[in-house]
Every structure is written in structure tokens, then in C-alpha cells.
């Protein structure tokens, strides 16, 4: 691929996939046009994971993660929880209490 079409991948990955947080190193974001159950994925380095923010906070899919990294990415989600499920039903839209 060449590097505009690189480029041109990564802007279009932006706009469907924004970021709603960055904390210790890790990349919280929601990807357009995904599964219905509230959820955000995860990002570092190579890495990724995928957390449920409904009914509880848990770990859908825990990737290339040490157990030590899912701890402290499971205890930012928790306290971040409320914040999410607002970004993603502005993002995705109205499914909060419904």
C-alpha cells in the first residue's frame, strides 16, 4: 500500500474510531458500525483488548495483555464507566436506559 493510501486509511480509522481517552499509555476508542453491546476497545502499542461497559464492566477480549496490564485496564474502564456509555451513545447513538 502506498504511503498516501496508508495515510488515507489511518485519517478514515480516525474519524470512524475516535479516541475517548488516553491514560498510562493505553488508547480508549469505540469503533463505528461494531456489535450493539456498549463496549470499548482498548489500545497500546500493538496491542488490544475489548471491555463490556454493559451490564458490568468486564473483559470481552483480553489480546496480547499480560494479566497485570487487563488489571489496570479493567480498574480505568470501572472508573470511567459512566463517561464511556455517555461517548458511546452520542457516538453510536441512543441505546442508553432503553
Do not use: K, Q
Given at each position: 500500500m502506498s504511503k498516501i493510501c496508508r495515510?488515507?486509511?489511518a485519517e478514515i480509522e480516525v474519524a470512524m474510531?475516535?479516541?475517548f481517552l488516553k491514560d498510562k499509555g493505553y488508547s480508549f476508542k469505540i469503533y463505528s458500525?461494531?456489535?450493539?453491546r456498549m463496549h470499548i476497545h482498548v489500545v497500546k502499542e500493538d496491542k488490544e483488548a475489548k471491555v463490556w461497559l454493559e451490564p458490568k464492566v468486564e473483559i470481552a477480549y483480553k489480546g496480547d495483555f499480560s494479566q497485570h496490564e487487563i488489571n489496570k485496564i479493567q480498574s480505568i474502564v470501572e472508573l470511567y464507566a459512566e463517561h464511556f456509555k455517555k461517548q458511546y451513545q452520542l457516538h453510536i447513538g441512543g441505546r442508553i436506559d432503553d
Open positions: 495515510t488515507f486509511a474510531s475516535p479516541t458500525n461494531e456489535e450493539e
